[in-house]
Nanobody
Framework: QVQLVESGGGLVQAGGSLRISCAASGRTFSTYAMGWFRQAPGKEREFVAASTRSAGSTSYAESVKGRFTISRDNAKNTVHLQMNNLKLEDTAVYYC?????????????????WGQGTQVTVSS
């Protein structure tokens, strides 16, 4: 079992940057594929980015490709999401999620563990 805690959210102007992080408990972090999802008010939770266990492969939603970067540090049990050139439509609660798998998934239903979320608000 793993517990996830996100941090680093906040208010940023459009065009700005923000890095959010997710810290995981336990000694088996390197066996989990990690994903970032977001949910805006009144909308479904949507896939943002994911990384395989070794970070050898990553995947991004089309809406964030080229602007967001997922990275992980297995020695520190952390995964990060660097968000550049933020847009108003990036405003949402961002969640990290974990699944014990060699694969990565875009379907939130495939993930077993979730953090509590961190709010990212982009202003004009």
């Amino acid at each position: 079992q793993v517990q996830l805690v996100e941090s680093g959210g906040g208010l940023v102007q459009a065009g700005g940057s923000l890095r959010i992080s997710c810290a995981a408990s336990g000694r088996t972090f390197s066996t989990y594929a990690m994903g970032w999802f977001r949910q805006a008010p009144g909308k479904e939770r949507e896939f943002v980015a994911a990384s395989t266990r070794s970070a050898g492969s990553t995947s991004y939603a089309e809406s964030v490709k080229g602007r967001f970067t997922i990275s992980r540090d297995n020695a520190k049990n952390t995964v990060h999401l660097q968000m550049n050139n933020l847009k108003l439509e990036d405003t949402a609660v961002y969640y990290c999620a974990a699944v014990r798998s060699v694969n990565i998934f875009r379907d939130p239903g495939r993930y077993d563990y979730w953090g509590q979320g961190t709010q990212v608000t982009v202003s004009s």
